[in-house]
């Protein structure tokens, strides 16, 4: 469990968190989410003591981390996965954490087979593309099988074979019980693999709410329908007492679940290419939430910042 108690963090005169209070459960995914700038990383620094708060504090499994005894056997992070020293093999890098911090040296042989490693382990890691710093970083904070994961935006750099990889992996962590806590910028990322969700702008808390009662409030129900023949499958929908909306895209909206549409051109030999559930509307919901939140807004042509 992680409790962020109150924290907030000033550099000069920027405030990049603010009086932020939340808990991070065992057991569960929580998504930490928030526009650029918005304070994710400031708050994971402070998670980590890397970073000294201007006021409040942070427990990890009721410490704070500078007073842990075994920092790595806790808490397993990934800020920037790009910190390693160039120089050294992937192999080394993973052996001499694991000698400093009196982690056995099979265990090494475990992360690096947990992480798809293996044919890279010897490889030097400033040779490595940003997916495979991504997964040396997580075999670095694997190293000490912590009950606690702090991961800062791991799905940067990872091909579709990688974000399914680390997706898996997350689960699984939280599936045997540890508190998995992972930063993104993007609610569409997050809706697949978080239960929970922490959304901070302008280093202030804006939700804390669990992903299915946040994907509840905000998706529509609808159905976004693509045919051929829009007029018939109108009078279809019509005829059964549907709404029907023309969508910018040029498909339809239709107010009702996907099996009801589906048997009702089924049943009228009306064609159809696609049907899909209106899911944008999630995304759209995290840029009205965080939007006055925004650091960086592109400024309207002409206009004023606000
Ligand atoms: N060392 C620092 N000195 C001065 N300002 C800083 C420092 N670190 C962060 N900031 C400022 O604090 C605010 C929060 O930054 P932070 O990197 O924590 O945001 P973030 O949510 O992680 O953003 P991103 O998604 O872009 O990484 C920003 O305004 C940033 O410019």
Redesign the pocket.
């Known amino acids: 469990m992680i409790e962020v108690a109150d924290l907030t963090k000033r550099?000069?005169r920027?405030t990049?968190?603010e009086g932020l209070t939340f808990q991070v459960r065992p057991g569960r995914v929580t998504g930490f989410l928030?526009?650029?700038?918005?304070?994710?990383?400031?708050?994971m620094r402070m998670m980590l003591g890397l970073d000294r708060p201007t006021a409040g504090e942070v427990r990890i499994g009721g410490v704070p981390y500078q007073r842990l005894h075994d920092p790595l056997r806790t808490v397993g992070a990934l800020l920037d996965a790009k910190a390693v020293h160039p120089g050294r093999t992937a192999l080394n890098h993973l052996r001499s954490l694991a000698r400093g911090n009196r982690i056995p040296p099979q265990r090494v042989r475990e992360v690096i087979e947990l992480t798809g490693l293996r044919s890279a382990a010897r490889r030097r890691a400033g040779t490595f593309s940003l997916g495979m710093s991504q997964r040396l970083g997580i075999a670095a904070a694997l190293l000490g099988d912590p009950a606690v994961l702090v991961l800062?935006?791991p799905v940067n750099g990872l091909d579709p074979e990688g974000v399914l990889w680390i997706r898996h992996l997350m689960r699984d962590q939280a599936a045997q019980g540890r508190t998995v806590f992972v930063?993104s910028?993007l609610m569409s990322e997050a809706a697949l693999t978080v239960d929970h969700l922490i959304v901070?702008g302008r280093?202030r808390l804006l939700a804390d709410t669990s992903m299915t009662a946040f994907i509840d409030r905000h998706t529509d129900s609808g159905v976004r329908v693509r045919t051929p023949e829009p007029r018939r499958l109108r009078d279809v929908l019509a005829g059964a007492g549907i709404t029907v909306t023309d969508h910018a895209d040029g498909g339809l909206d239709v107010a009702a679940g996907a099996e009801r549409i589906g048997e009702l051109v089924a049943a009228h030999g009306v064609p159809v290419h696609e049907v899909t559930r209106n899911t944008a509307s999630l995304e759209e919901a995290f840029m009205r939430l965080t939007a006055d939140a925004l650091?960086y807004r592109a400024e309207p042509p002409g206009g004023v910042r606000r």
């Open positions: 550099y000069g920027t990049a968190v928030g526009p650029n700038g918005a304070g994710k990383s400031t708050t800062d935006e930063s910028h901070i280093g650091e």
